[in-house]
Each structure stands twice: as structure tokens, then as C-alpha cells.
């Protein structure tokens, strides 16, 4: 997902549910200007900043507890990706939340939610049928340019990327 994101030097970075932080450790390696998270669990949170403390300690990657719908204000933005793994089937309100998320990407921003079923008996199918579940969600948010990359993995990661139009649209 990093790396489908091509994040830049200077990219500003958000991370939606970021759990033990290896994604957020891979935004920092790839070279993201800067990295921000929340997670709305406190052990989340431990485990994460514990994982990325110098970069913490760098002024690189800023963790915070909070749950999506109820960002905290102080969050920096406009960013210039936005992305959830394995995340958004927990928020209260999807449809709502990628709104509202896209609102704050920077105009041709790109958004990536990933989802590797973890239901018993999870298959390919599964994986495709979360795929579309998204990609409905993200056309209603007023995302374009979708495009859907997977991993074969068992069962497979569907990644959905997106890009925000930007403000006017
Ligand atoms: C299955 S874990 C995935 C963690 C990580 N993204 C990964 O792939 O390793 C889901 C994560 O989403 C977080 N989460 C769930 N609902 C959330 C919400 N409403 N706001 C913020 N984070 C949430 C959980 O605390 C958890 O860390």
C-alpha cells in the first residue's frame, strides 16, 4: 500500500486506524515528509508509538487516540494521502467518514483502503466482493480515478486507491 501511494519527500501522510504501527514505521522508511495517526485504542497507541519512537522523537510521525468520527481539531492537514488497512469495516458511519476524509486531502490527494477478509471461510470472492463494497463507498464519497490492486495473499488483500477531485468538486 506504501508503496502504491508513492509517497514523496514532502507528502503528508494520514493514517486511519494505524493498530501495532508497521505501516506507519514503512510511511517513515519510504521517506513520507510527515506521518500522522489515530487509533481510537489506547493499546494501539502504545504499541505503535513504541514501534515508531524515534521517529516520534524526530518530529516525523505524530500518533494520537481518537476514533474517525471525532477527529481531533488540532489534526495538521490538508493531506496528501489518506490510508486505512483492514480498518474501515469498523467505523461508525463509512460513507459519512470517506466524505469527510476527502474534504481533507489536498486537491489530487489519493486515499488507499485496504481489506483482507478475515470472516471464516474467507476466499478470493470474498476479497473481490469487499473490493466493490469500497470502491461503492468511495464513488459515493465523491472519490474518482478508483483503481483496485490485490495480494495474493490467502485470502487475497484488495487495496483500493482513489484520488480527490479537490474542493470545488
Ligand atoms: C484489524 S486492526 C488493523 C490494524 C492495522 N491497520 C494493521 O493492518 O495492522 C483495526 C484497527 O482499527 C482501529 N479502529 C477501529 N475502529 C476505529 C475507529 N472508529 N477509529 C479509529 N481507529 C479504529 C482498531 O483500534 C485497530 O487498531
Redesign the pocket.
Known amino acids: 500500500m506504501v508503496s502504491l501511494l508513492g509517497v514523496q519527500p514532502a507528502s503528508r501522510v494520514l493514517e486511519?486506524?494505524?493498530?501495532?504501527g508497521?505501516?506507519i514505521a514503512e510511511l517513515v522508511r519510504a521517506g513520507a515528509g510527515h506521518v500522522t495517526g489515530?487509533?481510537?485504542?489506547g493499546v494501539?497507541l502504545r504499541q505503535a508509538s513504541r514501534r515508531n519512537a524515534a521517529a516520534i522523537r524526530a518530529g516525523r510521525v505524530t500518533l494520537m487516540r481518537a476514533?474517525?468520527?471525532q477527529i481531533p481539531p488540532a489534526l495538521d492537514g490538508p493531506f496528501d494521502a489518506i490510508l486505512a488497512?483492514?480498518?474501515l469495516g469498523?467505523?461508525?458511519a463509512p460513507a459519512e467518514r470517506l466524505a469527510e476524509l476527502r474534504r481533507r486531502l489536498a486537491p489530487g490527494g489519493r486515499v488507499a483502503i485496504a481489506s483482507q477478509p478475515r470472516c471464516p471461510g474467507a476466499t478470493a470472492d470474498t476479497s473481490r466482493s469487499a473490493a466493490r463494497e469500497i470502491e461503492d463507498l468511495l464513488r459515493g464519497a465523491g472519490f474518482t480515478h478508483l483503481s483496485t490492486q490485490t495480494l495474493r495473499l490467502t485470502p487475497p488483500v484488495a487495496c483500493v486507491l482513489a484520488a480527490s477531485p479537490g474542493p470545488s468538486a
Not at 486511519?16 to 501495532?20: A, D, K, L, R, T
Open positions: 486511519i486506524g494505524f493498530g501495532p508497521l505501516a489515530i487509533d481510537h485504542s494501539m476514533s474517525v468520527d488497512v483492514n480498518s469498523f467505523w461508525p
